[in-house]
């Protein structure tokens, strides 16, 4: 009886962790419903993750349409490690002297809401910030 137990709860720890490690895929794009800016996070297989965040610059050609430009954010964001269901990133804007670190979390079981909490330092000031991003579903054409 003892044997049945023990083999029972293996499996399930087993089970457990693979339907956790399973479910946290970061890669896809995504929108901020706090920042201007959006987000896109690559798997890159020799760093880990790629972090690409930018948003959108209007413009007008010479017809005087509008067209849109994408801009990269002002800073270096480079991957540190994945644990626990979680992304860990530094990103630093060194002309703002801004340094921080970056947890990225999902908020739900689907995936669809990311949380990136930012600690670290503003011009040498502790710092906090918490964004929440959306998850884009891809369009097939």
Do not use: H, W
Not at 13 to 27: G, M, P, R, Y
Not at 37 to 53: N, P, R, T, V
Not at 117 to 128: A, H, I, Q, V
Request: proline share 2%; with cysteine.
């Amino acid at each position: 009886m003892k044997y049945k137990t023990k083999t029972i709860i293996y499996i399930v720890l087993v089970a457990l962790f693979i339907c956790d490690a399973a479910a946290q895929n970061f890669e896809g794009s995504y929108d901020a419903k706090n920042s201007a800016y959006s987000l896109l996070i690559k798997k890159d297989s020799l760093q880990g993750y790629k972090f690409i965040s930018y948003n959108f610059v209007s413009n007008l050609d010479e017809d005087g349409y509008i067209y849109y430009e994408r801009q990269p954010s002002p800073g270096v964001e480079n991957f540190v490690k994945e644990e626990n269901g979680r992304l860990t990133s530094t990103y630093e804007i060194k002309k703002q002297d801004y340094f921080v670190t970056v947890t990225y979390g999902f908020f739900d079981e689907n995936e669809d809401y990311l949380i990136a909490s930012f600690e670290g330092t503003y011009k040498g000031k502790p710092y906090f910030n918490q964004i929440e991003y959306y998850k884009l579903e891809r369009i097939e054409k």
